[in-house]
Nanobody, 122 residues
Framework: VQLVESGGGLVQPGGSLRLSCTAS????????IGWYRQAPENQRELVAY???????NYADSVKGRFTISRDNAKSTVTLQMNSLKPEDTAVYYC?????????????????WGQGVQVTVSS
């Protein structure tokens, strides 16, 4: 499995970015996918996940601002990030193929992308 992330960068507070993660070597549509982020000196945290049925969930800190979606035909998951805040600054990682159970996403058996830097600053 190979994952390629894109779309990170520098944006001013209130701005938007769109992250993408494209997979190869996997039957993409069968798998749950998560987006995580890790800020300096912080633990990696789940931002959002989407499962094969399309059901999705978000961290409270990003609800109403971020949207996760998937295009199985293109083997791509995207994270649309709006109304960005300085505290959203982090390296963002996709994780494909983790386990979904009882409303929780476990990335332990998934594959991680390389990460993309998102910086929100004026």
């Amino acid at each position: 499995v190979q994952l390629v992330e894109s779309g990170g960068g520098l944006v001013q507070p209130g701005g938007s970015l769109r992250l993408s993660c494209t997979a190869s070597g996997i039957i993409f549509g069968d798998h749950a996918i998560g987006w995580y982020r890790q800020a300096p000196e912080n633990q990696r945290e789940l931002v959002a996940y989407i499962i094969s049925s399309g059901r999705r969930n978000y961290a409270d800190s990003v609800k109403g601002r971020f949207t996760i979606s998937r295009d199985n035909a293109k083997s791509t998951v995207t994270l649309q990030m709006n109304s960005l805040k300085p505290e959203d600054t982090a390296v963002y990682y996709c994780n494909v193929g983790g386990q979904y159970w009882a409303g929780r996403y476990n990335p332990d058996f998934g594959t991680w992308g390389q990460g993309v830097q998102v910086t929100v600053s004026s």
